[in-house]
């Protein structure tokens, strides 16, 4: 699995990005966080249409205000197609309103050079990356396919790794960073 320090791989993929006929999908691409000088969240689940996922999908959006405000740019991914996504979004009521593309690695290259699948199905484990505007790896968490993350716990890292301070247990945005 790559890990910090490490640079993120360069990737260009299919996204749902709407509801809305004829502009459901969308190109996405590594160059478009770093380009913009953003920071970039990509949280991996295994599968559509299962139980899981959707809460955490859910949990996400329902923060994404919070990834704008820390220029981060949040994208959610599988090995599933953009056709799936589709279909799920459409299909799951916490799903239709989602503020963040749903990226489709079908050929599952991305999640492969991630070092991210799962032996036997070969689908993407439970993964969240945090990769700083230089396309560097600076927070990865993994989690066993049957437990779903904690989307506050990935903004409060969010926030110390932005600002470039020694961050001592438990810290929380506002409190004092420590001094050297």
């Known amino acids: 699995m790559l890990g910090l320090g490490q640079k993120f791989p360069e990737f260009k993929k299919k996204a749902v990005v709407s509801l809305e006929k004829g502009n459901e999908f969308y190109d996405i691409s590594s160059e478009d966080h770093q380009s913009a000088g953003k920071w970039m969240a990509m949280f991996w689940w295994p599968k559509d249409f299962t139980f899981v996922c959707p809460t955490e999908i859910a949990a996400f959006n329902a923060k994404n205000e919070d990834f704008l405000d820390r220029d981060t740019v949040l994208i959610g ?21 989602l503020q963040f593309p749903m990226l489709a690695d079908t050929s599952k290259s991305l999640a492969e050079e991630l070092g991210i699948l799962e032996e036997n199905e070969k689908i993407a484990y439970r993964v969240t990356y945090i990769v700083d505007p230089q396309g560097i790896i600076r927070w990865v968490c993994a989690n066993d396919l049957s437990v779903g993350r904690n989307v506050d716990e990935v903004l409060r890292v969010l926030d110390a790794l932005q600002t470039d301070e020694l961050c001592p247990c438990n810290w929380k945005a506002g409190e004092a960073t420590l001094a050297v």
């Open 77 to 97: 991914a599988s090995t599933d197609s953009e056709f799936v996504h589709l279909a799920w979004r459409k299909d799951h009521d916490d799903l239709r309103g």
